[in-house]
């Protein structure tokens, strides 16, 4: 799973597809909320991909983007 824009990239590879550049690659324990509201709170939204793979806190922690930091996840 991974934040992908343009400002900071490291590379991730999807199963099927080509590698993407990404900001931010995370793992169950990230604390998804806290990564983007001290890292990338000037984006203008949060595109989740494999969003199956998310932890039920980390699913809380996109809502959370979306209220409290005014930042649309899709």
């Known amino acids: ?3 992908i824009s343009k400002n900071q990239p490291s ?5 099927i597809g080509p ?3 990404t900001d931010l690659c995370f793992d169950p324990k990230t604390n998804l909320f ?11 939204c949060v595109l989740v991909d494999e969003a199956q ?3 039920p806190a ?3 922690d996109l809502m959370r983007i979306t209220y409290e930091l005014n930042i649309p996840v899709m």
Do not use: G, N, W
């Open 11 to 15: 590379a991730s590879r999807p199963r």
């Open 34 to 44: 806290q990564e983007v509201k001290k890292h990338f709170s000037h984006v203008a």
């Open 58 to 60: 980390q699913a809380d």
């Open 19 to 21: 590698e993407r550049e």
């Open 1 to 3: 799973m991974a934040l």
């Open 53 to 55: 793979f998310l932890t």
